[in-house]
């Protein structure tokens, strides 16, 4: 599947969280569909994932390698960085946690490596001095490969501009979250707009109706008409609609 692209423009990707999800079984996946080969196709219907599991654990290199060759060219990965990393009271004490999940392997995704999400708990408060002291700890490269990073944070104190201004003096992004229970935060970014959509809903088969896709249609292009690339995904909410909402935002894009 091509990339969504318009002229002067960025690219847009468009997925889900994960690929391995029960539900999905019956409402995404061809009846009969092995684990082994939904990856595979699951990178025909989409053109990104966002990897949840190295949240929890590490990964091995070769994982990475399989989960590269499995995804035709154009297809990203954006990879959730470690809770370790995230979820501590002075967040410039994480180096060691930073490296470790930096070092698992990731970069044997090569050219399939997306942005890296560093994602903080809803109770983390903006503090200006522990945010840039973590910032500077996010590093270019790993291993010779350019690294994109994508900030969520969801707490209201993060909507100060402050925090905005030195996530894109970074250039770095901040996550946009269409959630009912975290703030949304639209900041400027020179790399890449990352955007998870998490209010699907079970009564609509693509988990948000048609005139909500038009809308985030419409808004993915925006976010893109600078030349930044965007990604967009469909994460929470009625989760087991929300490879059903990626492909009916991809088909809108690309009309």
Not at 23 to 30: A, I, S, V
Not at 237 to 255: D, F, T, V, Y
């Amino acid at each position: 599947m091509a990339d969504v692209n318009r002229v002067n423009r960025g690219t847009i990707r468009v997925g889900v969280g994960g690929w391995d999800y029960d539900p999905w079984r019956e409402t995404f996946y061809p009846a009969g569909l092995s684990k082994a080969k939904q990856l595979p196709y699951a990178g025909t219907q989409l053109t990104a994932i966002e990897i949840n599991g190295t949240y929890y654990g590490s990964q091995k290199p070769e994982t990475f390698a399989k989960w590269a060759k499995a995804v035709p060219d154009g297809f990203k990965f954006a990879v959730k960085a470690s809770r370790f990393c995230t979820n501590r009271r002075v967040l410039a004490d994480g180096t060691e946690s930073i490296e470790r999940f930096l070092t698992q392997g990731l970069t044997e995704l090569g050219d399939r490596l997306g942005p890296i999400l560093w994602q903080f708990m809803a109770t983390k408060k903006f503090d200006a001095d522990d945010f840039a002291g973590f910032l500077a700890l996010l590093p270019a490269t790993q291993d010779g490969v350019p690294l994109q990073h994508a900030i969520e944070v969801r707490h209201e104190s993060f909507l100060a501009p402050e925090f905005a201004a030195m996530v894109a003096k970074a250039g770095h992004a901040v996550v946009f979250a269409h959630s009912n229970d975290f703030p949304e935060i639209t900041a400027p970014s020179s790399t890449l707009f990352y955007a998870r959509l998490q209010e699907s809903v079970d009564e609509v088969a693509t988990g948000y109706d048609a005139k909500a896709l038009d809308a985030w249609a419409a808004r993915a292009n925006d976010w893109t008409a600078d030349g930044r690339d965007a990604y967009v995904f469909f994460i929470s909410g009625a989760k087991h609609r929300n490879p059903a909402a990626a492909m009916a935002l991809i088909e809108k894009l690309q009309k």
